[in-house]
């Protein structure tokens, strides 16, 4: 056993992990945090994706130990006060998603790719969420939500994902 | 799926590092990103009783000129390397490579040394390596030595690191003002190339002065195409002027044949993405 210390979704949070312990089933199986959710055995699918210090990442390819010291924040610290992020609000706005398994690692990606470019492009919303697969949508409306998202303004986007 | 239990090190210096690598020996494993080892760990083709986690080392990140030469951290991750304003103005060819390697959650995560070390011939990173020319400085118990870039790459998965030993930096000489690009060849975005090419060209009064071609997934290891950089030498810049010279890509390769193509169709591919690599890279 290993003992990590690390803050979630704005919680300081310290536990005793196997060291082969995922961080996501640390984060679903340890704290109870379901809300991000496992699609795929290989790493491909991105429905896991969370922000470590600030920048997405699989968490079905991250240790927890490799998490101890850091900061992450999953899809269920992104509404602040009650009031859904930007990014949660523009899914929902434009029909972005239909069965829901993919939107956690969706959003979580979106809210990424708007930190680091707060007008992207519509082929550069397709790239930077090529580690995200849907089965359902086809993702045209998942891209406009992103649009969506960015329309309304940088300065509201990514503030939860800074926390 | 879970990986089978390990101990586990995160070692702050490469001191550390390399004697938890002695007294391991063979049951130990160095984890860089951990975005090729986790998989491979959580498929249980592997099953090390300890995984020596170098991300805690924080001098192995990290990019410094060093005269004619950029060094680039081995522990350095994808998506840092890729924006360095060294690596950019001095070795351009490397970002042209990341730009299209994984995805950005993979390319937050995984770093430059990890995915060399790993030595996948599909492996976007060992072709510009092997253009540029870099030189590999690898850490044991006696020391550091430095390997060239054709000794570093030994066959699949298998590179000059020996057991007890670190990847610690890689130096690249300096190829500023060259052109450069990275042609890949994909069936889905987001995975590892059929074929790719990476092509650096200097041009000098409208014609190519000097090229440099390397090959991804056209054998076991990364190839340099010697034959073709020759040939380039005094080219002009367009699909006619180095339709010649891309003839000769599959020359001297091995191509692998799986589900994605016969050996044939790469040697195709390697001479058509060659001319469009060299093209792109002196702006035509
Ligand atoms: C979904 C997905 C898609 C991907 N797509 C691509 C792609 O399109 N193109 C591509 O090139 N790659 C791709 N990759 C792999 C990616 O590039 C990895 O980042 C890289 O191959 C390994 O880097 P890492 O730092 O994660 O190394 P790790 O996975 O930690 O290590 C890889 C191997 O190298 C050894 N090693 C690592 N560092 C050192 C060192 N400093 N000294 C000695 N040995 C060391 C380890 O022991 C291990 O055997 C993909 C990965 C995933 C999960
Ligand atoms: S569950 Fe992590 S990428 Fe699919
Ligand atoms: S909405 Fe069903 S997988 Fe995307």
Known sequence: MTRIHLTVDGASVADDVEPRMLLVQYLREKLGKTGTVIGCDTSNCGACTVHLDGRSVKSCNVLAVQADGAEVTTIEGLSKNG??????????????????FCTPGMIMQSVDL????????????????EGNLCRCTGYHNIVKAVQHAAAQGSSTVGQGAQA | MIPTAFDYLAPTTVEEALSALAQHGDDAKIMAGGQSLLPVLRMRLNAPEMVIDLGRIDSLRGVRDDGDAIVIGAMTPHFEVAKDP??????ALIPKAIEHLADAQVRHRGT???????????????APALALGAQFVIAGSGGTRTVGADEFFVDLFETAIGEDEILTEVRVPKH????????????????????AVAAAVRMDGGSIAEARVGLTNMGSTPIRARAVEAALVGAAPTDDGVRAAAEQAAEGTNPPSDLNGDADYRRHLARVLTRRAVVAAAGG
């Open chain 1, 114 to 129: 708007l930190n680091e470019n707060p007008n992207p492009s519509e082929e550069e919303i397709r790239l930077g969420l």
């Open chain 2, 176 to 195: 500023t003002g060259w052109g450069a690009h990275y042609e890949k060849f994909v069936r889905v975005v987001h995975q590892w190339p059929i074929v």
């Open chain 2, 86 to 91: 060294l690596v950019t103005e001095h070795a």
């Open chain 2, 112 to 126: 430059f040394g990890g995915a060399l070390a790993h030595a996948d011939p599909a492996g976007d990173l060992g």
């Open chain 1, 83 to 100: 009031s859904l992020h930007q990014v949660q609000e523009s899914f929902r706005e434009c029909h972005g998603l239909q069965c829901g």
